[in-house]
Structures are given as structure tokens and as C-alpha cells.
């Protein structure tokens, strides 16, 4: 079965960190970027970063510079979002999501995300 | 990078159309064929509807449909349907610095 499985929800203190897995089955997570996505409570979608699970590339705008660190594990198909410096603005609900083709922002699968309480 | 700019809020009666907008600037919308749109019902998860501007997942309906002028995209969805009411959601390639970047999102009711 293709699909993202994340790991279970976090309540952490500020100041704290947290690390966020998304592993992935049923397709070579070798073939596709990976996304980070978040959605604070009642908010909308805001786009983190992506990773590119074959060359290790990562990207992710200014804003989260210095917050976000996003690395991957191809033996285990499994990428991770490390946040750092928690705060109560960092509470959400985080989803990694696989991107269709590269640079298309097509997300066609998606896991069924994680909630950071702070 | 800012958010696309979406209504916050749509409404059409059973059977009508809807249409909602998705403004960015050349930097993302108007620059590239990389437009998708998503469809989130409340406490789940986002499901793609619609990429590269007007191209149809399997399985998506094809009440949806989407189209792009200028730096301006939309998505219609026609013969509205009570399972319609969600939120909805575009997103765009962002090509300067290779990035991504979300609509605030609209609020799909139907009456």
C-alpha cells in the first residue's frame, strides 16, 4: 500500500525540540521529493521545506532559516523534520506529503500528520 | 515569498457553480504551469484536486476543473454538491529560489 506514516503526536515545553519521521511504503521514496507542511490550529497551509531523498538536497524559505532542519534515511525510506527553539507559534499539526513530480507543487500523497503541541 | 491571495470565503446553493481565485505574482502563478489545487474537509487530511494548472487526478471528478490567466488561477467547481463544503487551497512552484508557496485558503459553503 503507497503511503506516508508519520510519527505519533509530541507535547513539548519552550525552548525545546522535536523530531518528526515520515516513513514511507508501497513506492521507491527514492523517486520523489519529500515536503513538510504545517497547519496551525483554525489556520491554513504553510509550505516548510522539501528534500530530495537522492541527492539529500533540501530547500525551505528565509523564514524558517535557523528553526527547521530536514533530513532523510533512504535505507529506511524515511524522512525527519527537526524543529528547534519551540514555541507556542509551532504548535500544529505537520504533514510531510510527497511531491507528484519535481518542482510541480502537486502533493499527491500526503501522511496523516503530526501534532506538535508547544 | 508571500501567501497566494484566496477569498477567504464561497458559497453557491446545490447544482449552482463556484469559482474561486488564487492570485500570486510572474515570481510563482504567472510564471509557470505549476498550479495545483487541494481540497481539505474538516479534520483530514488535504487531497489533491487539480495540477498543473488544469489536470485531473484519477478519481477526482470532473466537476472540478481548474485554469490560469496572468498571475491569476482559478478553480470551478460545477454542480455543487453538499460533500463539496470544505476548504480549499492552491499552491504554486515559486521558481526564483525554487520554493512553494500556499493560498490562505477559502472556505467552500454550500447552501
Known amino acids: 500500500q503507497v503511503q506516508l506514516v508519520q510519527s505519533e503526536a509530541e507535547v513539548k515545553k519552550p525552548g525545546a525540540s522535536v523530531q518528526i519521521s515520515c516513513k514511507a511504503s508501497?513506492?521507491?521514496?527514492?523517486?520523489?521529493?519529500l515536503h513538510w507542511v504545517r497547519q496551525a490550529p483554525g489556520q491554513g497551509l504553510e509550505w516548510m521545506a522539501w528534500?530530495?531523498?537522492?541527492?539529500?538536497?533540501?530547500n525551505y524559505p528565509q523564514k524558517f532559516q535557523g528553526k527547521v532542519t530536514v533530513t532523510s534515511d533512504a535505507s529506511v525510506s524515511t524522512a525527519y523534520l527537526d524543529l528547534r527553539g519551540l514555541t507556542p507559534d509551532d504548535t500544529a499539526i505537520y504533514f510531510c506529503?510527497?511531491?507528484?513530480?519535481?518542482?510541480?507543487?502537486?502533493?499527491?500523497?500526503w501522511g496523516q500528520g503530526t501534532l506538535v503541541a508547544v | 515569498q508571500s501567501a497566494l491571495t484566496q477569498p477567504p470565503s464561497a458559497s453557491g446553493s446545490p447544482g449552482q457553480s463556484v469559482t474561486i481565485s488564487c492570485t500570486g505574482t510572474?515570481?510563482?502563478?504567472?510564471?509557470?504551469?505549476?498550479v495545483s489545487w487541494y481540497q481539505q474537509h474538516a479534520g483530514k487530511v488535504p487531497k489533491l484536486l487539480i495540477y498543473?494548472?488544469?489536470k485531473r487526478p484519477s478519481g477526482v471528478p470532473d466537476r472540478f476543473s481548474g485554469s490560469k490567466s496572468g498571475n491569476t488561477a482559478s478553480l470551478t467547481v460545477s454542480g455543487l454538491q453538499a460533500e463539496d463544503e470544505a476548504d480549499y487551497y492552491c499552491?504554486?512552484?515559486?521558481?526564483?529560489?525554487?520554493?512553494?508557496?500556499f493560498g490562505g485558503g477559502t472556505k467552500l459553503t454550500v447552501l
Open positions: 498543473e494548472v488544469n
Open positions: 528534500i530530495n531523498p537522492t541527492t539529500g538536497n533540501i
Open positions: 510572474s515570481s510563482d502563478v504567472g510564471g509557470y504551469k505549476y
Open positions: 499552491s504554486s512552484f515559486a521558481g526564483t529560489y525554487n520554493l512553494r508557496v
Open positions: 506529503a510527497r511531491e507528484l513530480s519535481a518542482g510541480s507543487s502537486s502533493f499527491d500523497l
Open positions: 508501497g513506492y521507491d521514496f527514492s523517486d520523489y521529493y
